[in-house]
């Protein structure tokens, strides 16, 4: 089975930083995109920043110029670097990931379990 585990969230003041990890294990062939997600209390998730396997990256215009998003293909690790943070950044994180098991299997979406990020004023 596949596993993504988030880590590094936590409790950052207004204008301060934070850095997200996603680490993929398990049965993994090959991993094409890799992105993050998050979601506020109240709020439906949505899409901060997305990576693809030769390093494309694509972001939120609410994150851009503030994060970046960057992978180690070898350690199967995404990260998210958040910079200049506000509070309306707070939320749970997760990260995702497109992974091919073995060569006959399709690529499937996995997820991660969230890490939660609180930015204070």
């Known amino acids: 089975q596949v596993q993504l585990v988030e880590s590094g969230g936590g409790l950052a003041q207004s204008g301060g930083s934070l850095r997200l990890s996603c680490a993929a294990s398990?049965?993994?062939?090959?991993?094409?995109?890799m992105g993050w997600h998050r979601q506020a209390p109240g709020k439906q998730r949505e899409l901060v920043a997305t990576?693809?396997?030769?390093?494309?990256?694509d972001y939120a215009d609410s994150v851009k110029g503030r994060f970046t998003i960057s992978r180690d293909n070898a350690k199967k690790t995404v990260y998210l670097q958040m910079n200049s943070l506000k509070p309306e950044d707070t939320g749970v994180y997760y990260c995702?990931?497109?992974?091919?098991?073995?060569?006959?299997?399709?690529?499937?979406?996995?997820w991660g379990k969230g890490t939660q990020v609180t930015v204070s004023s």
């Open positions: 990576i693809s396997s030769d390093s494309i990256t």
């Open positions: 995702n990931a497109a992974i091919r098991q073995s060569w006959y299997h399709n690529s499937q979406q996995f």
């Open positions: 398990g049965r993994i062939f090959s991993i094409n995109n």
